[in-house]
């Protein structure tokens, strides 16, 4: 049995954590010895491995939002990996189930993702500790990985029942004071103000320029922007403000075939994203006047989605005004759009009517985001784009999109007089590029180190831009085999499949 603790937050001491862990030790070794669990789990030969990640309220905010399509600050999220009801696995387990890490053999179960400033303040409001607070909301989402339910018209009484018995057993008894489920109350950190307000998905062809409209309407480098395709990867959310309006743009990578399981994660979050939109766009290349057949599929799954669908006719400023009637004939063939509008992303053509044709379809509803919110993604999963679209931009189709950018560690100075968390001197980030090759490492670090300390140059370069103020960077080249296949380090590089 192992747990993994990764600590992304300050309001919870390296002491607090200690203590944490050895409690989450014990009860996952007691919970792995009751005979409800299923005995696969026990004689698998494998540890059993679980995650616990420590975050603040906006990351889980953002975790709630991206899986859950909730806008909420959570105690607590779990993501079960493996199909288990009460303990049972629903099916056998596979050999895909388990991970070879350094020759040792584990079995994930799957991530708690725990939010300790949610904890402090319910902690305090019950009038017990913080460590109880934890250990219990730790237990509570282990026994969800383990397929226990409390939700979904299930018994919630042997859940709760489970986790009390695991609670007292380890020394932690229940107090009259101690919740009995894990709030989960709304907060509503937005104004009352109406305005239209919704969540628009962006989908096309790699390469159309989804990217680039997102960067225009928020005037802020969100995602990456590059001529190789395929380069957004996970769904990225800029936001737009406007007296009357907020739309929420979730940006899709293009929908294609499947090949390997990044790609198949890239189509499930295109669908996923549709999904949960209230108005779908479909960008197309102004250029090519023929619908492809990825984007007949787009607008087909709009239909079926049942979602207003509108045709961008991007890069407009490339072709000649004759030439879009043609397209804008062969595309009305394959859909009911409610609109279709010819832009410019890249000069900032046509983007206001764009818009207005959105906001028409969205409905009259509180902000969801407060208005200087411009993205939910945090400085550190920027900052890791940022790097990224420098790594595709420096080493051509060399280097494929099989690298992912893991920021080790991110750490602000403040300056002496500060106000606020903005008013930093300095900003400290480690991070590592994980390749596939050892070829491809190489390629990356480049004679005498140039190519890497190029891409550091520029990237570095770009997020002092985000951050506004002196920033260190330190690259490194990791080569990890085989990755885009492995479901454990899709998960360790945030490309999770949505928990339902
Ligand atoms: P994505 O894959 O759909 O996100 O596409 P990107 O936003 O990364 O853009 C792909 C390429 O198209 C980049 O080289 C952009 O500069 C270019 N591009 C995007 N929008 C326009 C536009 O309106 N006009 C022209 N001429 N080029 C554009
Ligand atoms: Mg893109």
């Known amino acids: 049995m192992s747990i993994q603790i990764e600590n992304k937050t300050r309001s919870f ?64 999220l779990s993501f079960p990996i493996l199909d288990m009801t009460d303990g049972k696995l629903n099916a056998k387990l596979m050999p895909y189930d388990f991970s070879i890490v350094e020759d040792k053999k584990f079995l994930p179960i799957g991530d708690v993702v725990i939010c300790p400033e949610k904890a402090k303040k319910q902690a305090e409001e019950y009038g017990h500790s913080i460590e109880r607070e934890m250990v219990f909301l730790a237990v509570h989402s282990l026994l969800h990985l383990l397929g226990f339910d409390h939700e979904n018209g299930r018994d919630e009484d042997l859940m709760f029942g489970k986790q009390e018995e695991i609670m007292t057993e380890i020394g932690l008894p229940r107090s009259s004071d101690l919740p009995m489920t894990t709030a989960d109350e709304d907060e509503h950190p ?52 406007r007296d009357d309006a907020q739309v929420i743009f979730v940006d899709t990578p293009g929908i294609h075939k499947p090949q390997s399981k990044l790609s198949e994660f890239m189509v ?24 492809a057949n990825v984007e007949i599929r787009a607008a087909e799954m709009a239909k079926k989605l049942k979602k207003p669908l509108i045709l ?45 044709a959105i906001i028409r379809l969205l409905p009259s509803q509180p902000r969801y985001f407060p208005i200087e919110e411009v993205t939910d993604q ?30 080790d560690a991110f750490e602000e100075d403040f300056k002496e007089d500060a106000v606020d968390s903005y008013d930093r001197s300095l900003v400290k980030i480690h991070a590592s590029i994980v ?54 380090f899709l998960d360790e590089f945030g490309y999770k499949k949505k928990e339902d």
């Open 190 to 241: 937005v104004g009352e103000m109406l305005a239209h307000c919704g969540y628009c998905a962006l989908v096309g062809r790699p390469n159309v320029g989804k990217s680039t409209l997102l960067n225009t309407i928020s005037g802020m480098k969100l995602a990456i922007v590059s001529h190789k395709p395929q380069t957004t990867r996970n769904n990225i959310q800029a936001i737009y403000n």
């Open 312 to 356: 961008a006719v991007n890069k407009a400023d490339a072709v000649s005004k004759e030439s879009l009637l043609p397209l804008i004939a062969n595309y009305s063939k394959i859909a009911e759009f409610s609109d279709i509008v010819p832009i410019s992303a890249l000069k900032d053509d046509g983007v206001d009517e764009l818009m207005d």
């Open 268 to 291: 499930d979050s295109s669908f996923r994203a549709a999904k949960g939109a209230d108005v779908v766009v479909l960008m197309a290349d102004g250029r090519f006047n023929k619908p």
């Open 13 to 76: 001491s390296k002491e607090e954590e200690g203590v944490f862990l050895s409690y989450v030790e014990k009860a996952l070794a007691l919970l792995l010895s009751k005979d409800y669990i299923d005995d696969q789990l026990k004689s698998s030969g494998a540890e059993v491995s679980v995650d616990v990640r420590l975050v603040g309220t906006d990351g889980i905010r953002k975790l709630n939002a991206q899986y859950r399509e909730k806008d909420k600050v959570t105690d607590v």
């Open 378 to 407: 945090s400085e550190r999963e920027i900052a890791a784009e940022l790097i990224r679209e420098q790594i595709l931009h420096y080493t051509n189709e060399e280097i494929p999109h099989g690298t992912a950018v893991e920021i």
């Open 435 to 488: 390749c596939e090759r050892d070829s491809h490492k190489s390629i990356l670090l480049g004679k005498n180190g140039q190519m890497i300390k190029r891409i550091g140059t520029a990237a570095r370069e770009n997020i002092e831009k985000m951050t506004d103020c002196k920033v260190f960077l330190d690259l490194h080249v990791k080569v990890r085999k085989d990755w885009k296949n492995r479901q454990v």
